[in-house]
C-alpha cells in the first residue's frame, strides 16, 4: 500500500514508551472489568426490582467507560493510578478486601 493510502500516514511519533503502552492496556482491562463487574451488579438490582440501585449502578458504569475514553498512554501517572483504583475497586466488589 502507497504510504499515501496508509491510514499511519498522519499519526506521527508515539509520546510514550512501550511499558507505557503495556500500562495503559492493562489499565483498560482494568477498566473493562469494573465496567462488567457493575453489570453482574445491575442484572442483580434488576431482578429483584430495585430501579435506584440500577440507576446508581448505571451511572458507575458511564462514569468507568468515560474514564477509559479520557484515559491516555502519555499519562503514566494516571494510567498507574486508575489501574490500582481498579484493582481496589474489583477486591471490594469480590468481597476480597
Known amino acids: 500500500m502507497p504510504e499515501s493510502d496508509s491510514i499511519l500516514k498522519d ?9 507505557d503502552g503495556t500500562a495503559y492496556e ?16 445491575i442484572g442483580e438490582a434488576e431482578s429483584v426490582g430495585d430501579a435506584d440501585r440500577v440507576a446508581e449502578l448505571s451511572e458507575q458504569q458511564r462514569s468507568w467507560a468515560g474514564r477509559r475514553r479520557e484515559l491516555s498512554p502519555a499519562d503514566r501517572a494516571a494510567v498507574d493510578a486508575l489501574t490500582t483504583e481498579c484493582a481496589d475497586l474489583l477486591r471490594a466488589l469480590r468481597g476480597t478486601t
Open 11 to 19: 499519526m506521527g511519533a508515539a509520546t510514550w514508551s512501550a511499558e
Open 26 to 41: 492493562v489499565a483498560l482491562e482494568g477498566i473493562n472489568h469494573v465496567v462488567g463487574a457493575l453489570s453482574r451488579q
